[in-house]
């Protein structure tokens, strides 16, 4: 590839001009190239922490005639790597796409998350009851602690302080997943998880965590999606903006989600605008994020759920000091009652209009750095030379438009082009 620019993660921008040469899987050169007009622009592949790939976003299960167009989905927005949670065991899976020749990104499991002590699970179930179980050596070392607060259920805070310690002391990882209560949150955060997935409930007292290392992954856009459900016709806008940022969506799924629902028992929750105002006033929480989308939850489906977060994370890290400035994109009212003043352009800088704000240089190198050294994937989040081929391309600084890191032109995983928008053969990197 002649005179590209490619993400330099230690930077947290794009390099200069350079010729890259990939062969054998691998990145082989990077070297100074003479600067041309409209190059191509590389990301490095991102990782996403939380998905299940049994669920299709429509309320019913995937079967095995969508999982060619499931891959896709995720590759189409650039991602090399996906961590299962609450799936069945992959090992067919994994054996079926090798088999079926499918493109797909490089797939990673967690051990079967522990749900209430009381619950009980049969044989073969995704779950297991208590903090005892089962461990699978062909799984990851990641084990998911379900920490919902409902019914009297749950674990104390001595049983997770002991599960946490026995699985550091083996080299694995307790995982907490509090669903945003907030007695779980505490639960967690007293017994020193360092990895939490959820929103923060209002009123969190999170102080104590300002003094130690923990990686947080809000899953916005569950609790969003949930909200949109009650406001199908804001919901069916939104998605309009989600089909223009994630084409593949738009082709794919869009038609098929069915926003009117006869459900008359769905409880109500609160407010998604209350996460979002905590999440804003918890500033320091912001350099400790993990990126995950939930894709497979109720409307968020593969590629276009990472687009939902990533628009949610843009509109609550925009800095104060930029409220004034003009968005391009006009307000719809309900997008104003969750976080005041909708923007989904990147706001202008006058020192250098190649450069990104800090939040926009936050989230990419969150869904490249952060989450993928946390999935444990091959590239570390990075392109470096001798190091693994996978990066998407793109036609247009990605730094320059709101969401511009997901209308990829193309999709290279192992050396390989597994993804193209362009009528081109796939098989073979450019």
Not at 271 to 284: G, H, I, K, M, V
Request: aromatic share 10%.
């Amino acid at each position: 590839m002649k005179s590209v620019r490619i993400w330099d993660s230690e930077k947290a921008n794009f390099s200069g001009f350079v010729d890259l040469e990939v062969g054998q899987g691998k990145i082989l050169s990077m070297k100074p190239a003479s600067p041309k007009p409209n190059p191509e622009y590389l990301l490095p592949g991102f990782c996403d922490a939380s998905v299940t790939i049994s669920a299709n976003g429509q309320g019913g299960k995937t079967n095995k005639a969508e999982l060619s167009r499931v891959f896709l989905g995720f590759l189409s927005a650039g991602f090399s790597h996906i961590e299962s949670v609450g799936d069945p065991n992959l090992t067919s899976l994994q054996s079926d796409i090798v088999r079926s020749k499918w493109n797909a990104p490089i797939l990673s499991q967690t051990q079967k998350p522990h749900l209430y002590p009381d619950l009980e699970v049969g044989d073969g179930s995704n779950y297991q009851s208590g903090l005892k179980g089962n461990w699978d050596s062909k799984r990851n070392g990641h084990v998911p602690i379900f920490l919902k607060e409902k019914e009297n259920r749950g674990f104390s805070q001595t049983e997770l302080f002991a599960k946490r310690k026995e699985l550091e002391s083996n080299g694995n990882l307790a995982v907490a997943y509090t669903f945003a209560d907030k007695t779980s949150w505490e639960d967690a955060l007293d017994t020193g998880f360092t990895v939490l997935f959820h929103p923060m409930p209002v009123g969190t007292n999170l102080y104590r965590t300002q003094k130690r290392d923990f990686l947080w992954a809000p899953l916005f856009g569950i609790l969003y999606l949930q909200e949109l459900k009650r406001k199908p016709e804001v919901g069916k806008e939104e998605a309009v903006t989600w089909a223009k940022v994630h084409p593949y969506f738009g082709k794919v799924w869009k038609e098929n989600l069915i926003w009117e629902t006869e459900n008359s028992e769905e409880t109500e929750s609160e407010p998604f605008s209350l996460y979002a105002s905590q999440f804003r006033l918890e500033t320091e929480t912001h350099s400790n994020l993990l990126f995950a989308s939930g894709s497979g939850h109720w409307g968020l489906f593969p590629g276009q759920a990472a687009v939902v977060e990533v628009m949610l994370w843009e509109s609550l890290l925009q800095e104060a000091k930029k409220k004034e400035e003009k968005p391009n994109v006009a307000s719809k009212g309900f997008w104003e009652s969750l976080f005041g003043n909708k923007s989904y352009t990147l706001l202008p800088t006058n020192r250098d209009e190649e450069s990104l704000p800090q939040v926009r240089r936050r989230i990419i190198q969150t869904l490249t750095q952060t989450t993928c050294q946390y999935v444990g994937a091959d590239h570390g989040g990075r392109l470096r030379v001798g190091g693994p081929a996978h990066f998407s391309i793109l036609s247009e600084n990605p730094l320059k438009r709101a969401s511009g890191i997901f209308p990829i032109e193309s999709m290279v995983l192992g050396g390989k082009l597994v993804y193209t928008s362009k009528p081109t053969k796939e098989g073979t990197a450019k």
